[in-house]
């Protein structure tokens, strides 16, 4: 059963950083492109980031330049490095195959506020 486990969320100031984790199992990781989505209240569940099996990256404009998708897959986690952090970043962050499984995890809370 394929299973995901964010960490890593927190209250953070505009300017300032935060670098998520997401830990996988139930799949052979490698084999899978994965992405980071995000849910901000009211609004639909977006993708933000991606990268392939062999590590090429693609990311949604508003994020573009200030983040960063990476991936360990002897450890079988997929990370996002978020640089510059707006208050429109506020959101769940969570992670999944792209193209996503039906299954999700609990997500992980991002709040950008002075």
């Known amino acids: 059963q394929v299973q995901f486990v964010e960490s890593g969320g927190g209250l953070v100031q505009p300017g300032g950083s935060l670098r998520l984790s997401c830990a996988a199992s139930g799949i ?8 980071w989505y995000r849910q901000a209240p009211g609004k639909q569940r977006e993708l933000v980031a991606s990268i392939g ?4 990256t693609d990311y949604a404009d508003s994020v573009k330049g200030r983040f960063t998708i990476s ?3 002897a450890k079988n986690t997929v990370y996002l ?3 510059s952090v ?14 996503s ?7 992980t809370q991002v709040t950008v506020s002075s």
């Open 71 to 73: 991936r360990d897959n």
């Open 81 to 83: 490095q978020m640089n």
């Open 53 to 56: 099996r062999g590590g090429s």
């Open 101 to 107: 499984w039906a299954y999700w995890g609990q997500g």
């Open 28 to 35: 052979i990781f490698r084999l899978f492109a994965m992405g």
């Open 86 to 99: 707006k208050p429109e970043d506020t959101a769940v962050y969570y992670c999944n195959g792209n193209p």
